[in-house]
């Protein structure tokens, strides 16, 4: 069991989409970005006026794309932070759990006290997601639509050949869904490949990865990178491609 960071934000996603199927909202409703929704972090909505209205739908695609705090705490308060945990249970995900929302004074300076995973229940809800069995077809579809679209190329991907618009020379044949996280000395990853001889899902967690160098360079990101690129040129890689890498 590990800090998830925003990693996290993968479960809250299925759990907004799955209120959505279950009729508490539809994602095309509009939802307000609210003070008690601000904390600092990752995103630009913070540096917004509450008051700024969007979509259930847009708040989880900031959520996911930019990995936005604000819009992460919409979705959560949304669903409910209990009902986030319930459907991680209900899917067979026992470790996976979001303690406290984005901002919570409780948090302080240990990721434990925010939220915590495995990087096998990743895995697995990674793969529900991409076998489109988490909540429905549709729901799983449009899941990897926003996942896909990820502005930050990092983590596990950081090495393989995307563009900043996630697209290979056939972005049919090639893609990726991802999210990552990073939260102290904590880093952690997952991803699913789309690759022109295979598909897979992967997760990697690691603590104490700060350095050396800062930022994506960090040591934690430099070896999930490793490990992704690894994977991904033995499984999914068009050879052309790894030869061009």
């Given amino acids: 069991v590990m800090p998830a960071a925003s990693l996290i934000k993968v479960p809250v996603l299925v759990a907004l989409f799955?209120?959505?199927?279950?009729?508490?909202?539809?994602?095309?409703?509009?939802?307000?970005?609210?003070?008690?929704?601000?904390?600092?972090?990752?995103?630009?909505l913070q540096r917004m006026t509450p008051g700024v209205e969007m979509t259930v739908r847009?708040?989880?695609?900031?959520?996911?794309?930019?990995?936005?705090?604000?819009?992460?705490?919409?979705?959560?308060?949304?669903?409910?932070?209990?009902?986030?945990?319930?459907?991680?249970?209900?899917?067979?995900?026992?470790e996976t759990t979001l303690l406290r929302r984005w901002g919570d004074p409780g948090i302080g300076r240990e990721g434990r006290n925010h939220c915590v995973s495995t990087a096998r229940e990743m895995t697995r809800l990674l793969e529900l997601i991409a076998r489109h069995e988490a909540v429905s077809e549709d729901a799983s579809e449009d899941m990897l639509r926003i996942m896909r679209r990820n502005d930050g190329r990092g983590?596990?991907?950081?090495?393989?050949?995307?563009?900043?618009?996630?697209?290979?020379?056939?972005?049919?044949?090639?893609?990726?869904?991802?999210?990552?996280?990073?939260f102290m000395s904590a880093r952690c990853s997952g991803a699913i490949f789309h690759g022109a001889r295979g598909n897979f899902a992967m997760s990697a967690f690691c603590e104490g990865g700060t350095g050396p160098g800062t930022g994506r360079s960090s040591e934690g990101n430099v070896i999930l990178g490793?490990?992704?690129?690894?994977?991904?040129?033995?499984?999914?890689?068009d050879e052309a491609l790894v030869r061009a890498r």
């Fill in 18 to 44: 799955q209120a959505a199927h279950d009729g508490r909202f539809a994602l095309d409703e509009r939802t307000t970005y609210r003070e008690e929704h601000r904390t600092l972090g990752s995103g630009v």
């Fill in 58 to 94: 847009d708040a989880a695609v900031l959520m996911i794309i930019i990995s936005d705090n604000v819009a992460s705490n919409m979705c959560v308060d949304l669903v409910g932070l209990d009902e986030i945990n319930a459907q991680m249970r209900k899917l067979g995900l026992e």
């Fill in 155 to 182: 983590e596990l991907t950081r090495l393989l050949p995307w563009s900043e618009m996630n697209t290979l020379p056939d972005p049919k044949t090639n893609w990726v869904a991802e999210k990552g996280g990073s």
């Fill in 226 to 237: 490793e490990l992704g690129y690894a994977a991904w040129r033995a499984l999914a890689a």
